[in-house]
């Protein structure tokens, strides 16, 4: 028996009441969202009921329900802010959609992901670097929901990680923007303020999240099973394997298929209803 989660601006009581009688479930009707407790519910049902409602459904691990959740690990580009930085980068040299391409490729599992990185930072060289700030001021927003989740963790102790396959340019800004624990990303090179079209030291791809992840744990004395992880794109998926709870944040279908649940109708804030915790 295990916990439904609904949520979303299309949410009505007497849906929330329909499903929950469906499935013999015990609703507890909140502000934010709803949860239905004791329910028993397939994964064609889960899949049927998702076809036919405007909202978010989620159904939480057995083993999560029953942890104190210590640790929220988030991917940056697509997930944590709405832009992929690499992507506006390479508009200043007007080659985004070559760039993007590559992109998209990379986060549908399509191409190996650091290789990726490469071929798209080698696009990059003698580009100004004065260019990062340009992106970070002028086109890098915060995903809707994104501060006041992470205002309501840190009031529930909860600590907060940032890990990018993407730039500790961008990284090591929002987090003191944001006042977040742990960050990892890569280091652009650079020479005579332009970049040299390679990465410093080892690319942080798939299997450095995973294991930033775990580094995280370990410094907090947590088991991997208190972490939650967000992400959309495929090299977010061995972070996400060992979490207590993986979500996919309007993810591509690769991740959606793993992923323990997943946002498609919501923003950040959702991550407050999973773990049910109200707010404003």
Not at 177 to 201: I, Y
Not at 229 to 258: C, E, F, R, T, W
Request: hydrophobic share 40%; aromatic share 6%.
């Amino acid at each position: 028996m295990t916990q439904l989660i609904l949520q979303g601006t299309a949410l009505n009581r007497q849906q929330a009441e329909t499903i929950a009688h469906d499935f013999s479930g015990e609703l507890n009707w909140r502000q934010k969202f709803a949860v239905i407790e004791s329910v028993n519910i397939s994964q064609e049902n889960l899949h049927s009921l998702r076809q036919q409602f405007d909202f978010d459904i989620n159904v939480l691990p057995e083993n999560f329900a029953d942890c104190q959740p210590g640790l929220l690990v988030t991917d940056m580009d697509s997930t944590l802010i709405s832009i992929e930085c690499i992507d506006e980068i390479a508009d200043f040299m007007n080659i985004k959609p070559q760039v993007a391409e590559i992109t998209e490729a990379a986060m549908q599992g399509e191409i190996d992901f650091e290789t990726s990185l490469r071929k798209r930072v080698s696009l990059l060289k003698g580009l100004d670097v004065s260019v990062l700030e340009r992106v970070y001021d002028e086109r890098l927003q915060l995903n809707p929901g994104a501060e006041i989740m992470v205002e309501t963790l840190k009031q529930q102790g909860i600590k907060l990680a940032l890990v990018s396959g993407g730039f500790t340019f961008f990284t090591d800004r929002l987090k003191q923007r944001l006042g977040l624990d742990f960050t990892q990303a890569n280091v652009l090179a650079e020479k005579d303020g332009k970049l040299t079209g390679e990465v410093e030291g080892a690319i942080c791809g798939a299997q450095a999240k995973a294991d930033f992840l775990q580094q995280c744990c370990n410094r907090l004395g947590l088991n991997p099973e208190q972490a939650i992880a967000i992400g959309d794109g495929a090299n977010d998926l061995l972070m996400m394997q060992p979490a207590g709870l993986s979500v996919a944040y309007h993810a591509k279908p690769k991740v959606q298929a793993q992923a323990d649940t997943a946002i498609n109708h919501n923003g950040l804030e959702a991550i407050l209803g999973l773990l049910q915790l109200d707010y404003n």
